[in-house]
């Protein structure tokens, strides 16, 4: 912060000389948007995780097979929740 910033008593000053911050809903609602999105992304991600080792033991497939399938279905839920 410059000292163009600041009035003669040393208190933060907007550009309009406005001492009050006003609070951003628009930033609050991408910051809450973001947040929700990538916990849900997390949580999808864990449980494909835990659920690739019983796909593999059932299926009876190779490891690469198995990679292939999590990509696959990463690029489709992507694209679902994209929508």
């Known amino acids: 912060m410059s000292l163009e910033d600041k009035n003669p008593e040393g208190h933060q000053c907007m ?3 406005d ?4 609070f951003n ?5 991408s910051v809450l948007a973001a947040t929700t999105v990538s916990a849900i992304f997390g949580y999808v991600v ?6 690739l080792i019983f796909i593999k033991e059932d299926l009876k497939i190779s490891d690469l097979q198995v990679q292939l399938l999590a ?8 694209r679902a929740l994209s929508c």
Do not use: V
């Open 71 to 78: 990509g696959i279905e990463q690029e489709s839920l992507t």
């Open 46 to 51: 864990g449980a494909m995780t835990g659920a």
């Open 19 to 22: 001492k009050r911050r006003e």
């Open 25 to 29: 809903k628009y930033a609050f609602a």
């Open 15 to 17: 550009e309009n000389g």
